[in-house]
Nanobody
Framework: QVQLQESGPGLVKPSQTLSLTCAVS??????????WSWVRQPPGKGLEWMGV???????SDSPALKSRTSISRDMSKNQFSLQLTSVTPEDTAVYYC????????????WGQGTQVTVSS
């Protein structure tokens, strides 16, 4: 069974860069046809898809985030990462990593989520 675990700082100051990592176990991030996403949920709001990195290393992000995101991976550690630049309090959210098949919005596995607060 695939397990995902997010890690990163719980508090980030405005204008800084948020960096999160998702460690994957029970499966490889290079397994064909799987994709690995970052999703967040601000307080009182719905889920927001942020971006994805595919099994072949190609990454794509949500246009709504105006190129503030960067998603990368470390195959030697079987993990993938998110960087979000120029954060504001509006980026305060629970951040999740999740797995799906390419082209599907149905996520089969989720991490437990990590709370990130943007505040000075």
């Amino acid at each position: 069974q695939v397990q995902l675990q997010e890690s990163g700082p719980g508090l980030v100051k405005p204008s800084q860069t948020l960096s999160l990592t998702c460690a994957v176990s029970g499966g490889s991030i290079t397994t064909t046809y799987y994709s690995w996403s970052w999703v967040r949920q601000p307080p009182g709001k719905g889920l927001e898809w942020m971006g994805v990195i595919y099994y072949d290393g190609v990454a794509s992000d949500s246009p709504a985030l105006k190129s503030r995101t960067s998603i990368s991976r470390d195959m030697s550690k079987n993990q993938f990462s998110l960087q979000l630049t120029s954060v504001t309090p509006e980026d305060t959210a629970v951040y999740y990593c999740a797995q799906s098949l390419i082209g599907s919005w149905s996520f089969g596995y989720w991490g437990q989520g990590t709370q990130v607060t943007v505040s000075s």
